[in-house]
């Protein structure tokens, strides 16, 4: 368990004649010099055991700060922060083994970075709803936790921290004492090869069931589901190495549950539209997959399982269309374009864009290309929005847009 220990008097002589060193040097070096962030700096103390969190305790902040982390080598992600983090967590008593969840609740673009019990690094950026952050790091480890509360441009604001914690074998959140998912036991069996699935295939489900998985500490995620898997999946001949997608459509508040060929298993909760769950997982691997359809809360509902791949070497690669409204009939499809990166053209949106959007532009403003790189993105083809985000990112400035006719995101280089 890493601990912060106070430093011994040669080492603060050291560090006297050191910070002297550096400020004679800093005489002659760049204004835009800048202290990395440093998890030995103090932050706002909060100390709670993981039972304290199973509560969530929220804390206003200034997110932001004058330390770019694009120039902090050996710290990841991207944004602005402050050189000391904005809390320390004195993270206690976790017998029960739950998962411990750092998340912003506010309307600016923020970004999370944390230096956990055993001193490794985490970041996330968008992870939450909007242009929130939120990670989850699972089974935590006791220990100092140092969070820095950031901005993805180099502006400050105001927002909110949440600290949460999830699931865990002694977990008494309530009822359902039934038996935990078993992949031993039997579902419905769907039987496809990866090119069987490359056309949608959709299976009308209850979701839902008697199990809350907040009391099984070994599976992860939150919500209720069945014992047994809805569907076991064949999964064969993926010689394309394409991706193997699961994702609910229906109206109510579904979750997802798989345990892979691998013997992995993974979660989702709101991935998809609206409430759905989705989950998409690369080059997946030949064999079985058990497929659980839950539900967040304990009342079940009707909705369907969709199951598809995407992308992979076999799938075409199409010029560059300018936009994608030519393409507003393939929602659901994931299309592979040649691009090459630009400044200039229109764009709307973060994240999810209007398909008039300039692809070459998009594909900038994601971080997938630079200007004038070329290279071959894969874009899922997605239903119009109500509304659309304007960001800063990259260098480029998207604009915000009320309802539109249809959307795409980028997914990434091949």
Not at 137 to 149: E, F, K, M
Not at 270 to 281: F, H, K, Y
């Amino acid at each position: 368990m890493r601990r912060k220990s106070p430093r011994s008097p040669v080492i603060t002589l050291l560090s006297v004649f050191a910070a002297a060193v550096t400020v004679l040097i800093g005489l002659g070096a760049p204004a835009q010099a800048q202290s990395c962030p440093n998890w030995s700096l103090s932050g706002s103390s909060v100390s709670y055991g993981a039972e304290g969190l199973w509560t969530p305790r929220s804390f206003g902040v200034t997110a932001g700060g004058g330390t770019n982390l694009g120039n902090c080598g050996n710290i990841p992600g991207r944004g602005w922060v402050s050189a000391a983090p904005d809390f320390e967590l004195d993270f206690f008593e976790n017998n029960a083994r739950r998962d411990l969840e750092f998340r912003t609740q506010g309307s600016c673009d923020t970004v999370l970075l944390v230096n956990d019990a055993s001193g490794q690094w985490h970041f996330n950026d968008d992870g939450g709803s909007s242009l929130n952050a939120s990670m989850r790091l699972s089974n935590a480890p006791t220990g100092t936790y140092d969070i820095w509360v950031g901005t993805y441009g180099s502006s400050n604001c105001s927002t909110t921290l949440v600290m949460e914690t999830f699931g865990g074998g002694g977990s008494s959140g309530g009822g359902g004492a039934g038996v935990c998912p078993d992949w031993s036991l039997s579902g419905s069996s769907v039987r496809y090869g990866a090119e069987g699935l490359w056309t949608p295939r959709s299976f009308g489900v209850t979701a839902g069931g008697g199990t809350n998985l907040g009391n099984c500490g070994n599976i992860p995620g939150r919500g209720w589901v069945g014992a047994a898997p809805d569907f076991e999946l064949d999964f064969f001949e993926n010689n394309a190495r394409r991706d193997l997608e699961f994702r609910t459509q229906g109206s109510c508040d579904t979750v997802l549950l798989v345990n892979d060929a691998s013997g992995q298993w993974h979660f989702n909760d709101d991935g998809g539209s609206s409430l759905n769950a989705s989950m998409r997982l690369s080059n997946a691997a030949t064999g079985t997959y058990d497929i659980w359809v839950g539900t967040y809360g304990s009342s079940n509902c009707s909705t369907t399982l969709v199951m598809e791949t995407f992308g992979g070497g076999g799938a075409q690669v199409l010029p560059d269309p300018g936009n994608l409204t030519s393409y507003r009939q393939n929602v659901g499809q994931t299309l592979q374009f040649q691009v090459t990166g630009s400044t200039n053209g229109p764009i709307w949106g973060t994240g999810i864009y209007t398909d008039d959007t300039a692809l070459s532009v998009a594909a900038v403003h994601a971080g997938v290309l630079r200007p004038g790189q070329t290279g071959v993105i894969a874009v899922e083809v997605l239903p119009g929005q109500p509304s659309y985000t304007g960001t800063v990112r990259n260098g480029i400035s998207s604009n915000s847009y009320g309802s539109w006719q249809g959307s795409y995101r980028i997914l990434g280089q091949r």
